[in-house]
């Protein structure tokens, strides 16, 4: 895949970002409402080309909505503002798998309809057909039992050559977009999740990328349709507005979490956060028989633990600022793990301008 060098990209940013800010472009393209607009401003993201994966799968066969229906939310505001989207994503839930990769055997792409009514001509139109592939490890058609290849696995194996295969795409896409995700990914558990793993392997590549993560409902076990929707709709203008201002960029990724509004809470606006530290989703491993050889893996929330492990001392935490607070919480994650390294002078440009976009000009719900 042929890329422009990241130093190439960085210029093609600030220049576009003087320009915009020189021609006065307003802060947000799109309504959330509904609103009659322009055919231009309607379509904020027209020829933008956009990966989409998750580590939920692309079943969304499940009650709880817990296993990728976010995935067809998040295609379905995407596609209607006019961006390009075609689904590589794990064929089983792979929730939980960070940046795991497979390291020998089969891919094998799984073409399915839209799996619920009601989203199958979401992105009728568009350049690709907008298809949604799930991916398993097998030397023929996924099935019911087929293993899953990772997160990680699925938009690697699409930027090395999925999409140039399936799509068309030979230079990549614009984007790499991961979720919605059934639950927030944030404080501990963020080095956990395959919906982060996979947006830091699109970073990795080269590619920008945004993780969306939207809180269940008050029992944190269903993900409410609500939650989703208002969180695909938020992110469709959200990622018009980083688009409108040149802010793409593949030094990090932007981790978005979306607060529950299902019983009609009041969603607080978007705030630029650090990754917390304390434990709010965590594993346990209880023995189950006398002798010790075998333990159930058991998943902890915060309630059920002392305060001292639940308390987060990292101060603008995502899971204060979304779980206490109420706030959409924005946060740049890197794939870049050395202890103590900071950005240097460009990327510490970029954080400074995405952090003015979130506090200052981002959509507000």
Wanted: glycine fraction near 10%; hydrophobic fraction near 35%; charge should be neutral.
């Amino acid at each position: 895949m042929t890329r422009a060098p990241r130093r190439r990209r960085t210029l093609l940013v600030l220049a576009a970002t003087a320009a915009l800010a020189c021609t006065g472009v307003a802060a947000s393209a799109t309504t959330l409402d509904g609103s009659p607009r322009s055919d231009r401003s309607s379509r904020p993201l027209a020829g933008l080309r956009v990966l989409l994966s998750n580590d939920d799968s692309m079943q969304a066969s499940k009650p709880s909505n817990a296993d990728g229906l976010g995935l067809y939310e998040i295609r379905k505001a995407l596609c209607a503002a006019g961006a390009d989207v075609v689904a590589i994503a794990p064929w089983q839930v792979q929730s939980g798998k960070g940046t795991a990769v497979t390291n020998g055997g089969t891919l094998s792409l799984s073409h399915r309809p839209q799996p619920r009514a009601g989203y199958e001509k979401d992105c009728s139109g568009t350049r690709s057909g907008s298809p949604v592939y799930g991916v398993c490890l097998a030397t023929g058609p996924c099935g019911p039992d087929s293993p899953s290849a990772t997160p990680a696995d699925t938009v690697k194996f699409a930027l090395r050559g999925g999409l140039a295969a399936r799509a068309g795409w030979k230079d990549g896409p614009d984007l790499v977009v991961t979720g919605i995700n059934s639950g927030p990914n944030v404080s501990a558990q963020v080095n956990d999740s395959g919906t982060v793993g996979a947006a830091v392997a699109a970073v990795d590549e080269g590619v920008p990328a945004v993780a969306l993560s939207s809180s269940g409902d008050a029992s944190q076990r269903d993900f409410p349709v609500a939650n989703y929707r208002a969180h695909a709709r938020f992110a469709a203008d959200f990622i018009a507005g980083l688009r409108e201002r040149g802010l793409f960029t593949d030094r990090f990724a932007l981790k978005v979490d979306y607060p529950d509004v299902s019983a009609g809470q009041k969603v607080k606006p978007p705030v630029w956060t650090r990754v917390g530290h304390g434990k709010k989703v965590w594993h346990a491993y209880e023995a189950r028989t006398p002798d010790g050889d075998l333990f159930d893996i058991v998943p902890g929330v915060c309630d059920d633990k002392p305060a001292s492990d639940c308390t987060e001392t990292v101060e603008n935490a995502d899971s204060t600022a979304l779980l206490d607070q109420g706030h959409i919480a924005v946060a740049p994650i890197t794939a870049d793990r050395t202890y103590g390294v900071r950005a240097d002078g460009a990327g510490q440009r970029e954080l400074a301008r995405l952090k003015w976009y979130v506090e200052h000009e981002a959509p507000r719900s």
